[in-house]
């Protein structure tokens, strides 16, 4: 599968964003998929998956009740709503997919195939 991640940008901190990740092929909807960051000089951390379902989400610590993924099989595209946008979050963010119909996919290892990243500037 290939990957596009769009809507990146520039942000005041406490503002919002939506990424988007749209996804080529005809079996998206059996793919887990799941958005990381990588900030200058860091590594690139885990941000958020989502089932191959729907039915499961899961996020890191540091962005649990301000983003959220989703998921949309009909226009093959998954999501990150991202809320409350703090400097912090300042990041290339880039998506991710797993086949299979897997449940829970959150290390960057098992994920298969990768979009090229979205920049995420919030300033303070």
């Known amino acids: 599968v290939q990957l596009q991640a769009s809507g990146g940008g520039l942000v005041q901190a406490g503002g919002s964003l939506r990424l988007s990740c749209a996804a080529s092929g005809r079996t998206f909807s059996s793919y887990a998929m799941g958005w990381f960051r990588q900030a200058p000089g860091k590594e690139r951390e885990f941000v958020a998956a989502?089932?191959?379902?729907?039915?499961?989400?899961y996020y890191a610590d540091s962005v649990k009740g301000r983003f959220t993924i989703s998921r949309d099989d009909a226009k093959n595209t998954v999501y990150l709503q991202m809320n409350s946008l703090k400097p912090e979050d300042t990041a290339v963010y880039y998506c991710?997919?797993?086949?299979?119909?897997?449940?829970?996919?959150?290390?960057?290892?098992?994920?298969?195939?990768w979009g090229q990243g979205t920049q995420v500037t919030v300033s303070s």
């Open positions: 989502i089932s191959w379902s729907g039915g499961s989400t």
């Open positions: 991710a997919a797993e086949g299979g119909n897997k449940d829970k996919v959150v290390a960057g290892r098992d994920f298969g195939s």
